[in-house]
């Protein structure tokens, strides 16, 4: 299968790439890791987009990096994506852990003070984002769905995701919210795998999912089965911010949330959930993983790990090889552009803060 990209997300995947090159020049790695073992956390449980993202781009970071040492992928799920962050943050700082984390940066600036982590510390290395999340409905919802039109005549819905305070959970009330339409959040699905599997169990009706677990699992088996249906997706907004960009990870199966609202509704979406759909896609969709050392890594060693990250992320067979798994290129963020973006979050405003916190107090009923 032949896979294209429209202008909009050319263009982005053009500008981080930019950025790359900008910040972090291709210089030689400065010290040699040989007969190391590196070990990449990520904080979801196994299996995913995450697990799946992680594996192939250690398999070509490893690589990259002088002596080419081996580099293993550890998933450690809990807290709230907190206890794999944590034991990444935490660990001996000599370049032998990092982290490859959902880090959920938008909505833990909520934190108690006391409580937020401080990523800005952190030794960041970069982040990969780009991929869409979609929701998908049990096709014997309700009076049953026999298109996704059907899904915005429910009078209700239950649907499972992360947890209250992931951005993909929040979005999709709001997308609700916009469409009228009366929803009950379960929580503490982490991992595609865990919301897939309460799907067809019947725990939830409708379920989200990020456009690789579409790709690699739902789309030969539960879809193609019959059982659930892909209703629309949510991701980037485009530069005008009237709508969310489009993606071929779906093909004509499902539409940008944008699209499916004018379809329903006939009017353009707006108002404060629609400030929090774009918000998510500005500041959680283009760094979905953010890729760090622990605080203190010397100077050296985040040279290499750094400079060997440019190398790899844009190694055409990486693309190649990510872009079947996402449905589209991934954002690479790396450079300063990644310590930039993470200050952004950080300055969040109080208004958009206040948005967060409504659908936060929403979603836990």
């Not at 299996?47 to 293993?72: D, F």
């Not at 690479?332 to 958009?352: C, F, L, N, P, Y």
């Amino acid at each position: 299968m032949n896979l294209t990209l429209n202008k909009t997300t050319k263009l982005m995947a053009g500008l981080c790439v930019a950025a790359i090159m900008a910040f972090q020049p291709l210089t030689a790695s400065a010290e040699s890791m040989a007969g190391k073992t590196i070990t990449l956390i990520r904080n979801a449980s196994p299996g995913g987009s995450t697990g799946l993202g992680a594996q192939i781009l250690a398999n070509y970071w490893s690589k990259a990096i002088e002596g080419e040492p081996t580099m293993i992928v550890q998933s450690v799920p809990g807290g709230a994506l907190t206890k794999g962050i944590n034991q990444a943050r935490n660990a001996k700082p000599d370049g032998t852990t990092i982290g490859y984390v959902a880090w959920s940066g938008s909505t833990r600036i909520l934190d108690d003070p006391a409580l937020q982590i401080p990523f800005e510390k952190l030794g960041l290395i970069g982040g990969v984002g780009g991929t869409s999340q979609m929701i998908s409905i049990r096709t014997d919802a309700g009076d049953g769905i026999s298109n996704p039109g059907d899904f915005a005549k429910l009078d209700e819905v239950v649907f499972g995701g992360y947890s209250v305070k992931s951005m993909p959970s929040m979005s999709f009330a709001a997308a609700f919210d916009l469409l009228g339409l009366d929803w009950t959040f379960v929580s503490g699905f982490f991992g595609d795998t865990k919301i897939s599997a309460a799907q067809m169990r019947g725990e939830i009706e409708a379920g989200m999912s990020t456009a690789s677990y579409y790709r690699t699992q739902l789309k030969d088996g539960a879809v193609a089965d019959g059982e659930i249906m892909p209703v629309f997706y949510l991701g980037a907004p485009t530069a005008d911010g009237k709508d969310i960009v489009k993606t071929d990870a779906y093909g004509e199966i499902a539409l940008p949330f944008s699209e499916y609202y004018r379809n329903i509704t006939g009017k353009d979406p707006s108002g404060p959930e629609w400030e929090l759909i774009k918000f998510n896609g500005t500041n959680h969709e283009p760094v979905i993983w953010l890729i760090f050392a622990p605080e203190g890594t010397p100077d050296e060693t985040m040279k290499t790990l750094r400079n060997a990250f440019v190398k790899a992320s844009t190694d055409p067979a990486y693309i190649a090889e990510a872009t079947k798994l996402y449905g589209a290129e991934p954002l690479i963020t790396s450079g300063q552009a990644i310590i930039d973006r993470v200050k952004s979050v950080q300055g969040t405003t109080e208004e958009m803060k206040d948005i967060l916190r409504t659908y936060i107090a929403k979603l836990k009923g």
